[in-house]
């Protein structure tokens, strides 16, 4: 057999001619057994395998070990974490939403906004530092951000939802009208990125009433969920 052909498609996916070859296979190592013809004292080194034959009497067969080196895990690996990680897009900055909510410090809870439909959904987040006004008093031994300002920030973002000249809302003639089925499933601490998905189920234009589905996320885990009603009028 070409002993040379056999070491070489080891690390390919496709399996080898003749599998009876093959005594174990894992991830990361294959033995394999071949016939005794091979010289007992036979060595090769490849780029991608090493081979080493003990010395064994002819009559048995002789078990080669081979190691495939990965070359998807060395390029993670060679990867620093700082830089495994892209922001968020910002689609809307501090400044614009700034120029669409009335809320100015320390009650604006909403730093950017990344996905943004007007009268139909947006997507905000709120970076939870230790230096927020709320956590020297809850908890100054535990700093939980307070359920009442999630709730209070995903309004926030409904509200760039809401006021829009196509939906009829008003900067200055827009509040929270009400919540329903609110839950919260699990803490918010100083160092979380709160991301608020906000999004219009329903509108009742002659009423002026918004109802809005809201979830709240920290790694990609729902922390708060709830049903929202804003209320809407013009100038």
């Known amino acids: 057999m070409d002993f040379a052909a056999m070491t070489r498609s080891l690390c390919s996916p496709p399996p080898l001619p003749n599998p009876s070859f093959i005594s174990r296979r894992s991830p990361s190592l294959v033995i394999l057994s071949v016939p005794s013809r091979i010289s007992p004292s036979a060595q090769i080194s490849l780029s991608n395998a090493s081979v080493l034959a003990p010395s064994l009497p002819l009559k048995k067969s002789i078990r080669f070990l081979t190691r495939c080196s990965s070359n998807a895990e060395a390029e993670t690996e060679a990867v620093p974490i700082e830089k495994q990680f892209p922001p968020f897009p910002t689609v809307m900055d501090i400044n614009q939403i700034r120029e669409i909510l009335p809320h100015r410090f320390p009650f604006l809870l909403v730093d950017r906004v990344i996905e943004y439909t007007p009268g139909v959904t ?87 009433i918004a109802k809005m589905e809201g979830k709240a996320y920290v790694g990609g885990e729902v922390v708060c969920e709830g049903e929202f009603l804003m209320a809407t009028g013009s100038e």
């Open 122 to 208: 947006a997507v905000g987040i709120k970076n939870v530092t230790i230096n927020d006004s709320f956590f020297p008093g809850h908890f100054p031994e535990r700093p939980i951000m307070p359920g009442v300002l999630m709730v209070e920030a995903m309004a926030q973002v409904g509200g760039l939802v809401m006021l829009q000249p196509e939906v009829g809302g008003s900067r200055e003639n827009f509040f929270f009208a009400g919540i329903d089925k609110v839950r919260f499933r699990k803490p918010v601490i100083a160092g979380d990125t709160l991301v608020m998905r906000m999004t219009l189920i329903k509108l009742q234009k002659r009423f002026g």
